[in-house]
């Protein structure tokens, strides 16, 4: 008869590695943790390399051209020389370990591969030894190795379980940042046809159709009707937003998510009932109908061809300049890849505020204004008639996300509009946000359902610093200014923290907002009653 | 509790605590055991942390014989991190019979100044382990369901306008509108992305 084990024989199986060193230990693909290969079509719409069936499961066969190990070294190759910040990255690091336990990756799931010192070294060691003179003299003795398909699917693991937040670089001395070793490392995987489905379906639509579903354009004037149905109901004031229209000094743009999801559709609701009071003299398009770009999580290239429609839609449509809404991984973008990439937009004017004529010298390159910028300058200048008791039943903090807080530095402004829009303002603990934020466990394209394990242990951080605001202030509701946020944190807070729901940040000016005409309000923007205003029993 | 195996469960509770904290810990990679577990910083060490945390309250918890109710949150904010770290049920809560072999050990060890502990209270403290475990094993099935729940809702969520304006198409009877669109969505959605946990290229499932 077997043996029954122990209890703490049992409790040893999984998750303990064997003695032998990192480099020796080949990958195991856990259920949870990875997400399905790309199907062929997404990868066909947009001309990518070896598009075919398989599944990213291991130990299947990966249908790979005969010579990607060619490929491989070609492709890093050329990335070493274009991108000196690569090369930088793969010399320089003195393994100090500062980094080692920063990434939220590492702290939910354990993993010392998830370590960002070990994930850069992934790829650095297969760098040591076909780049520099004593990796390919001394191959392992110098920290290099080789390049196998075992390694090949250890990246693919990995690279897709780091969310490319850069929350590990705030700390190291060197600034190594491992979210561009990441984008690099997914690049040349991307050679290969290794993309995973639910990055690859979102770039196939955008590039067809303009959005991450495929949208078109009258599924999208129908739930811009039903978001200004509720308006309506509300508010009793109507809403009309145009699409497409010719000549409108703005352009906005937002994360599609907000078009038909919730959460996001009451941030949505929130922008057309800002612009509505303000008389903006805007313009949505269903063309440029998407904020995100998951082009960026695949490679500079097709992000560059996804991000270009809202410069032609720009130039299209005649506007002066662009406004954006409330997104992560686009601003990343347009600060730091969209002039390079698509600029100089010569075409458009600096943005001026038509409100209050504050010229946004910070926006003067992209032409592109963030909504927390604009919506602050507003409220600074006395613009905005504001009830903050209407968001009494809340009790808010806020998360920053790892796009806006360290990719630009967007901290302040949405923290001072939710003051002045609600009463019941509380930070999470100071080494959990700002530009230490831990991620919300599913940027950079690691939102999709069969990797949930993966997210909610990445999230776990997160979610545990909501806890505590949860328990010690009794916060019920956590802000963002991110569609990935709002379509992700719902599901992390009914796991680790429930209790706790999800908002953009202009859902809730939308509902401390006082319009012009609009009846008494008894509802917020979720259609749930406001709560009872003090006294107004006795008046 | 019979007093004299609560005074010294008391008295070796700082032992008890730390080796059962290091035997659950040392489940974890050698290279990563040392960084997880910091204990002292509730935010940047979450996983060293709770567990600490919570599996001293349970100490606690026992020696004040307080009632399950009680101890049940702490089990929950163990077990909810085991449960997606993708342990087998009977991994997952193993830890909790790590608490009777070492409680054991210690009460060996003692010197015979001491005295003897009676065998019947160490029996019954030892049965109070066996319902702590029961109740993980409860905690642990609900939390899995809880992850495919998630699953299933995040989908309908996401998708809930598209939903919305379906239904007003199709103008059917509420409920089987719902379950219409729903169905449908659902379907759409797996192809699209492939949800549900299949593989949609095992599935050969096709949008064209
Ligand atoms: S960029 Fe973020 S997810 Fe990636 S290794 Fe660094 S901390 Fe981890
Ligand atoms: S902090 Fe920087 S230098 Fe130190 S180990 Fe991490 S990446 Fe290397």
């Known amino acids: 008869m077997a043996k029954t084990p122990k209890p703490e024989e049992l409790s040893k199986i999984d998750y303990k590695l064997p003695e032998k060193g990192w480099m020796d230990t080949p990958v195991e693909f856990k259920e949870g943790m990875y997400c399905h290969g790309a199907r062929p079509q997404y990868l066909e719409t947009v001309d990518f390399p070896n598009p075919r069936q398989w599944s990213s499961k291991k130990d299947e066969d990966w249908k790979l051209p005969e010579n990607w190990k060619e490929i491989v070294l070609n492709g890093m190759k050329e990335r070493l020389e274009k991108y000196r910040s690569f090369r930088l990255f793969m010399d320089i690091c003195v393994r100090c370990g500062a980094c080692a336990d920063k990434c939220q990756f590492f702290l939910g799931t354990g993993d010392p591969k998830n370590m960002p010192v070990l994930r850069a070294e992934l790829i650095r060691s297969v760098y040591k030894r076909y780049f520099t003179?004593?990796?390919?003299?001394?191959?392992?003795?110098?920290?290099?190795?080789?390049?196998?398909?075992?390694?090949?699917?250890?990246?693919?693991?990995?690279?897709?379980?780091?969310?490319?937040?850069?929350?590990?670089?705030?700390?190291?001395?060197?600034?190594?940042?491992?979210?561009?070793?990441?984008?690099?490392?997914?690049?040349?995987?991307?050679?290969?046809?290794?993309?995973?489905?639910?990055?690859?379906?979102?770039?196939?639509?955008?590039?067809?159709?303009?959005?991450?579903?495929?949208?078109?354009?009258?599924?999208?004037?129908?739930?811009?009707?039903?978001?200004?149905?509720?308006?309506?109901?509300?508010t009793g004031i109507k809403v009309e937003p145009t699409f497409n229209r010719k000549g409108a000094e703005i352009l906005f743009v937002a994360p599609s998510g907000d078009f038909f999801g919730d959460p996001g559709t009451y941030t949505c609701?929130?922008?057309?009932?800002?612009?509505?009071?303000?008389g903006l003299d805007y313009t949505w398009s269903t063309y440029a109908s998407e904020g995100g770009n998951f082009g960026s999580f695949t490679s500079m290239e097709m992000g560059k061809r996804l991000n270009y429609k809202i410069y032609a839609e720009a130039k299209r449509l005649g506007v002066k300049w662009i406004l954006g809404g409330e997104c992560g991984h686009m601003w990343r973008v347009v600060n730091q890849y969209m002039d390079t990439w698509n600029g100089p937009a010569d075409f458009l004017e600096v943005p001026v505020s038509p409100i209050t004529g504050t010229r946004f010298e910070n926006a003067k390159s992209t032409k592109m204004v963030h909504i927390a910028e604009f919506t602050a300058d507003l409220i600074k200048h006395g613009k905005l008639k504001l009830d903050p008791s209407r968001n009494d039943h809340l009790k808010v903090t806020f998360h920053d996300s790892c796009n806006t807080a360290r990719g630009m530095g967007i901290l302040d402004e949405p923290r001072y509009i939710l003051k002045n829009v609600l009463n019941h303002f509380y930070e999470m603990p100071e080494e959990t946000i700002r530009e230490k934020t831990f991620c919300c466990g599913s940027g950079s394209g690691l939102n999709a359902a069969e990797n949930m394990e993966l997210r909610l242990r990445g999230g776990f951080p997160r979610a545990n610093a909501v806890k505590y605001v949860h328990q010690k202030y009794g916060v019920n509701m956590l802000t963002n200014i991110c569609a990935i946020d709002r379509a992700a944190l719902p599901t992390l807070m009914n796991y680790w923290v429930p209790g706790v729901d999800v908002a953009g940040v202009h859902e809730l000016v939308a509902n401390a907002l006082v319009m012009k005409g609009e009846k008494e309000r008894t509802q917020d923007l979720r259609l749930e009653p406001l709560p009872e205003k003090v006294g107004a029993e006795n008046v | 509790m019979e007093t004299k195996l609560k005074d010294t469960l008391r008295e070796k509770k700082p032992a008890i605590l730390k080796r059962w904290f290091d035997v659950i810990m040392e489940t974890y990679p050698t290279e990563a055991a040392g960084f997880l577990k910091g204990t002292k910083n509730r935010f940047t060490s979450p996983v060293g942390y709770t567990i600490y945390e919570g599996i001293d309250g349970l100490i606690d918890g026992l020696i004040r014989e307080v009632p399950f109710e009680e101890l049940s949150p702490l089990l929950d904010s163990i077990i909810k991190i085991r449960a997606v770290q993708k342990f087998s049920p009977s991994q997952a809560v193993a830890f909790i019979f790590h608490l009777k072999r070492i409680v054991n050990e210690e009460l060996q060890n003692m010197s015979d100044a001491h005295g003897v502990i009676d065998a019947a209270a160490l029996s019954e403290f030892g049965s109070k382990i066996d319902t702590l475990a029961l109740i993980s094993f409860d905690i642990y099935m609900e939390s899995r369901e809880k992850v495919y729940e998630l699953k299933a809702s995040e989908a309908r969520k996401r998708a809930f306008r598209l939903l919305q304006r379906e239904s007003q198409l199709y103008e059917m009877q509420e409920k089987e509108r719902s379950d219409f669109v729903i169905t449908n969505l659902l379907r759409e959605e797996n192809q699209l992305y492939g949800m549900q946990g299949q593989d949609p290229n095992i599935e050969t499932t096709n949008l064209k």
């Open chain 1, 269 to 278: 609701m929130g922008y057309l009932m800002l612009f509505h009071e303000l």
């Open chain 1, 133 to 234: 003179a004593s990796g390919k003299m001394l191959g392992k003795l110098a920290g290099g190795r080789e390049l196998t398909l075992d390694v090949l699917k250890e990246w693919w693991y990995y690279f897709y379980q780091c969310s490319e937040c850069r929350r590990c670089s705030v700390f190291c001395p060197y600034g190594i940042d491992q979210a561009e070793i990441t984008m690099i490392g997914r690049e040349i995987l991307n050679l290969l046809g290794l993309n995973t489905d639910w990055i690859a379906g979102p770039v196939a639509n955008s590039y067809m159709r303009g959005n991450h579903l495929g949208l078109e354009p009258h599924t999208i004037k129908s739930n811009f009707d039903f978001m200004a149905e509720d308006i309506e109901e509300v």
